[in-house]
């Protein structure tokens, strides 16, 4: 599904990805886990096509296909979903807009029929149940006013919505008390497919009790430095990244 | 020593000047209007064109900008076809003003009941004193020349305690190349209601429609105002609103400018009665080499007066988007809220946007506050959108529209605001398709 090799990518001529090398096959959940600085958030923002860095060796493939030079609208109607460690609020822009938007735009983009007001209705409400991400959550202006949970719900059910084949989850832990990490990760767990992969980035070890991954790779100075099952996460989280902070450096 | 010295008359102050020698006996009014004319046109040389000297117009020489001028109207062609409606699905009655004339049979006056629609000829000849009311208290050349060459028009009279909820537009249509000067006035009496909408829409020649709207807003009146300045992409477009609102009474005015090759739009707003609430706001969206200027002022001369003022601005192309806004406080308005908040949005490299926004205090116990940005669309705010498949330009344009909405929608009228949003998002999907390859 993903195989990122030798990937080098800097951002105002300072290298943050040094020789990044990565495989996720389909259906396969994969964890990186570092340091802050490590480069995680970057990896997941290069991976999704966002315009200011630097690319300079390596390639990424996407089933198959090189995406290095794909703009990100691309990406995403290709099959690539970021799930925003900071969502954006965009004020005047309404939330229901904002989704028929996206889905319609990919379903166009892959040759598609535009949903119907009705079925796109009855497809949100579905999810939106599920996520309980309410009427009057998707009455407001995209992620304004939102709690950091309601945000991350929010990003879950565009995940959701738009099926990608590969979805990046950044920090989607990040400012969740239990019970609303525990209503993400089942979010996120009843997306688990044979043909979906999933690429969860975090600091810290509590998401992947939540979200248990096939493989586990820890991230220092723009490299992965060592993979592992899901034990690995566990003894990280037990020793902390001293181990590879020094290393690294 | 305080005399201006004044350079020699442009090509265009000479033209102006021999249309009103041509026009002063034949023009329509009253012994004490022709008096009045003499006075404004005598007042308007002295100053001249507004020039980058001329403070209030700092950032529109007209002097500069305006070369010559066309020949005043002479009254509208006998029959011709409207324009495409500006607005389309917004109900309202339309009283329609053709080459500076109030043309009766292109009106629709239904819903009016109780309302007093008069042609401006007729105010003039009467020697109306509703006419200079307002505008007399403007000390500006191009309010001045309006005075002098005045010829046509529609004054509505809402008597007290009527309520009218049906949106009237004054349109103002233009046809060919000549210069249009046109007056309205608009009276709402006590507790009473009115829905104005003023469009401005011309053909692709160059004209200049310099159009003066006097109101006088009684005590606990709601008057919503909305201008659409959708003029002809070659036009010359100066208009001016001078109103005085009464107290507790309520003044939403919002203006949306994108038409005209070089257009001033100026509002003032005088409080004359305590505890009202004005709410002033506008959108303008301007691209190519067009230069649209926005002049605001508020007067609070009474104690415990509100003001909202939100202006929005969006520059394409080469585009010069100016704002300059006013409030000002005078001595003993105690109590005064004024917020005046001023965006500019620049979708190239080349769009200018200019901004002087002032606060003058003659009194302690206020809260007023000024703020102004310029910027590029968000780049956050956009990868947000790209990452979730939505393609660049309906990104942007998104984006755009929710920057523009917040201004539009501050009116408070939601027909208004949508058949408004409609004309933003028109301008959008042009830029759109004018920038696809």
């Known amino acids: 599904m993903l195989s990122i090799k030798n990937l080098h990518a800097s951002i105002d001529g300072r290298e943050i990805l040094r020789g990044i090398d990565l495989d996720v096959p389909a259906g396969q959940v994969h964890a990186i886990m570092g340091p802050n600085g490590s480069g995680k958030s970057t990896l997941s923002y290069v991976l999704a096509g966002r315009e200011g860095y630097d690319i300079t060796d390596g390639s990424i493939l996407f089933d198959g296909e090189e995406i290095v030079e794909t703009p990100a609208e691309e990406r995403a109607a290709k ?36 949903l119907t007001t009705p079925d796109f209705m009855r497809r949100v409400k579905a999810s939106a149940e599920k996520l309980n991400v309410t009427q009057e959550m998707l009455r407001r202006p995209l992620n304004v006013g939102f709690s950091g949970g309601e945000k991350k719900r929010n990003e879950i059910l565009q995940m959701a919505l738009l099926e990608p084949k590969l979805a990046i989850l950044d920090e989607t832990d990040s400012g969740l008390d239990i019970d609303a990490l525990r209503v993400v990760s089942d979010g996120v767990n009843a997306l688990r497919s044979p043909d979906r992969s999933m690429l969860v980035i975090t600091h810290y070890q509590r998401l992947l009790d939540h979200i248990v991954p096939d493989v586990v790779h820890v991230m220092a100075a723009g490299r992965i430095v060592r993979s592992g099952g899901p034990e690995l996460a566990l003894e990280l989280e037990a020793n902390g990244y001293a181990d590879y902070v020094g290393a690294a450096a | 020593m305080n005399a201006e010295l004044r350079s020699l008359r442009t090509e265009a102050e000479t033209a102006l000047a021999e249309s009103f020698a041509a026009a ?22 002295g100053k001249g064109l507004p020039h980058r000297r001329t403070e209030p117009w700092r950032y529109t020489d007209l002097r500069a900008l305006m070369r010559t001028v066309p020949p005043r ?33 292109l009106s629709d006056l239904a819903g009016l009941d109780g309302v007093t629609v008069t042609a401006t000829e ?4 009467e020697g109306d004193e509703r006419l200079g009311g ?14 002098a060459l005045m010829a046509g028009g529609v004054a509505i009279d809402v008597p007290s305690g009527v309520d009218i909820t049906r949106a009237v537009e004054i349109a103002h249509v233009t046809t060919g190349a000549v210069a249009t000067y046109v007056r309205n006035h608009i009276s709402v009496g006590a507790g009473g209601s009115l829905r104005v909408v003023e469009t401005f829409v011309g053909a692709d020649a160059a004209y200049q429609a310099n159009v003066v709207t006097e109101a006088v807003i009684g005590d606990r009146a709601k008057v919503v105002w909305a201008k659409l300045q959708a003029e ?26 994108t038409g005209a090759a070089l257009s001033r739009s100026q509002s003032f707003v005088s409080f004359g009665g305590e505890f009202a609430r004005a709410g002033l706001f506008g959108a303008t969206m301007v691209g190519g080499r067009q230069h649209a200027d926005i002049m605001l002022g508020v007067d609070h001369a009474v104690p415990n007066g509100a003001s909202r003022e939100l202006f929005k601005a969006v520059m394409d192309g080469r585009a010069e988007g100016v704002f300059q806004g006013r ?15 001023t965006q500019g949005l620049l979708l190239s490299e080349e769009a200018t946007f200019s901004v002087k926004p002032e606060l003058e205090i003659f009194a302690d116990d206020v809260q007023c506050a000024h703020g102004a940005t310029s910027g590029q669309i968000d780049e956050d705010m956009l990868f947000y959108l790209l990452a979730r498949g939505i393609p660049r330009a309906e990104a942007e344009t998104l984006l755009v529209t929710a920057f523009l909405a917040e201004a539009i929608e501050g009116l408070g009228d939601e027909a208004i605001g949508e058949a408004f949003e409609v004309v933003a998002r028109d301008w959008l999907a042009r830029r759109g398709r004018t920038v696809a390859p």
Do not use: C
């Not at chain 1, 979903?81 to 379903?107: C, H, S």
């Open chain 2, 24 to 45: 002063r006996d034949s023009l329509p009014g009253s012994a004490t209007v022709k008096a009045a004319r003499e006075r404004a046109f005598a007042a308007f040389e």
């Open chain 2, 73 to 105: 109207a002479a009254g509208a062609a006998a029959a011709m076809a409207l324009p495409a409606d500006p607005l389309p699905g917004l109900d309202r009655a339309r009283l329609v003003i053709v080459d500076g004339v109030w043309r009766p049979e």
């Open chain 2, 122 to 125: 007729r105010l003039l000849a």
């Open chain 2, 134 to 147: 307002q505008a007399g208290r403007l000390d500006d050349a191009m309010v001045a020349l309006n005075t």
């Open chain 1, 79 to 114: 099959g690539i979903f970021l799930a925003f460690q900071y969502p954006l609020e965009i004020p005047g822009v309404a939330t229901m807009t904002f989704l028929k938007a996206a889905m319609n735009a990919q379903r166009k983009a892959r040759g598609e029929a535009e």
């Open chain 2, 327 to 341: 409030i000002v406080v005078r001595p003993g308005a105690q109590k005064t809220d004024g917020r005046m908040m």
């Open chain 2, 232 to 257: 002809g992409a070659t036009a010359v477009h100066i208009g001016t609103l001078a109103a005085a609102i009464g107290a507790e009474a309520q003044f939403d005015h919002l203006t949306l400018m």
